[in-house]
């Protein structure tokens, strides 16, 4: 088992909600930056949101800002992505990955060393 373990993911219809989880036990999460990406099929791997460890600010993408929300439980060491009114084009795999840089709103992924296995998330009727 890897530093990062997410979970959550499922089979929803549009509209609905749910919430992904990244427990990472052994990691000190207020020197990380937390990161969720998903790629959906015959698509590049696309960031779409990121938790500061130090200061806890958030980036979001475009395509997810005012419905995603994604926040840290430190007791648990563990992020959550919360994500509501779900739609079809965010059918993908979710992953989350951790690092020591700063977020930033380009989600360089070279800048990420730890990366969990992945959740499908899948929106549909």
């Known amino acids: 088992q890897g530093l990062l373990v997410e979970s959550g993911g499922g089979l929803v219809q549009p509209g609905n909600s749910l919430r992904l989880a990244c427990a990472a036990p052994g990691l000190p999460l207020d020197y990380f930056a937390i990161a969720w990406f998903r790629q959906a099929p015959g698509k590049e791997r696309e960031g779409v949101s990121c938790l500061s460890g130090s200061d806890s600010s958030t980036v979001y993408a475009d395509s997810v800002k005012g419905r995603f929300t994604i926040s840290r439980d430190n007791a648990k060491s563990t992020v959550y992505l919360q994500m509501n009114s779900l739609k079809a084009e965010d059918t993908a795999v979710y992953y989350c990955?951790?690092?020591?840089?700063?977020?930033?709103?380009?989600?360089?992924?070279?800048?990420?060393?730890?990366w969990g296995q992945g959740t499908q998330v899948t929106v549909s009727s």
């Open positions: 990955a951790a690092s020591q840089y700063a977020c930033s709103p380009y989600f360089r992924s070279y800048e990420y060393t730890y």
